[in-house]
C-alpha cells in the first residue's frame, strides 16, 4: 500500500501518452490528462515529504528516485520525438509540455532529494556530496546520473555498516 503512489508516478506518464493517442487533443481529453498528471504528481510530492514517517530508509528511497527516473526516459524521449517531428504544429503547447516535464522530474527528485538528506542526517554523505547530488537533482539529463550516484553511495554506507563487527568489551 505505501508503494501505490510510487507504483501510480511510475506509470502515469505512459497512460497520459495512450489517452492522447487515442482521443486525440481534444479538450476534454487534455483536461482529463492534465487532471490525471496533477493529483498523481501532487500525490507524490506529499507522500515524498511524508516518506520518512511511513518507514521507507534513505536508501529506499533513492532506490525509487533511480527507478522511476530510468522508467521516465522513454517518456521524454517520445516526447522529444514528437515535439521534433510535429515542429511548427506544436509551438502552442510546447510551453505546457515543457511544464509537465518538469513537474515529472521534480516529482521524482523529491524522493531522491530526501534520501540524499536522510542519508546526510544519518553521516553517510558529506554536506558537500549531499548538496551537489541535490543540485543535480534538480537538472534534465544530470537527474539520472546523481540518483543513480546517491543510490550507489548510500547503498555502500549500508553495506559498509552491515559489515562492521560491534564491539565487545571483556
Not at 534513505?58 to 524521449?77: E, G, S, T, V
Not at 503547447?93 to 521524482?108: R, V
Not at 534538480?138 to 546517491?150: E, H, K, R, S, V
Request: net charge positive.
Amino acid at each position: 500500500m505505501k508503494k501505490l503512489p510510487l507504483l501510480a508516478l511510475l506509470g502515469m506518464p505512459y497512460l497520459v501518452l495512450v489517452l492522447v493517442m487515442r482521443q486525440g487533443l481534444s479538450a476534454a481529453c487534455l483536461e482529463l490528462t492534465a487532471g490525471i498528471f496533477a493529483g498523481v504528481v501532487l500525490l507524490n510530492f506529499v507522500w515524498a515529504l511524508l516518506a520518512g514517517r511511513l518507514g521507507f530508509s534513505a536508501r529506499q528511497l533513492a532506490f525509487w528516485a533511480m527507478l522511476l527516473k530510468i522508467c521516465h526516459i522513454p517518456f521524454y524521449l517520445l516526447v522529444f520525438a514528437v515535439g521534433v517531428l510535429l515542429n511548427v504544429m506544436i509551438i502552442p503547447l510546447l510551453p505546457f509540455m515543457a511544464f509537465m516535464d518538469y513537474l515529472l522530474l521534480l516529482s521524482t527528485s523529491l524522493y531522491g532529494i530526501r534520501a540524499l538528506w536522510a542519508g546526510r542526517r544519518q553521516g553517510s554523505l558529506s554536506l558537500t556530496a549531499a548538496g551537489v547530488c541535490t543540485a543535480l537533482q534538480l537538472l534534465f539529463c544530470l537527474d539520472l546520473a546523481g540518483a543513480i550516484w546517491g543510490w550507489v553511495r548510500l547503498r555502500k554506507a549500508d553495506y559498509s555498516s552491515s559489515r562492521r563487527q560491534p564491539e565487545t568489551k571483556n
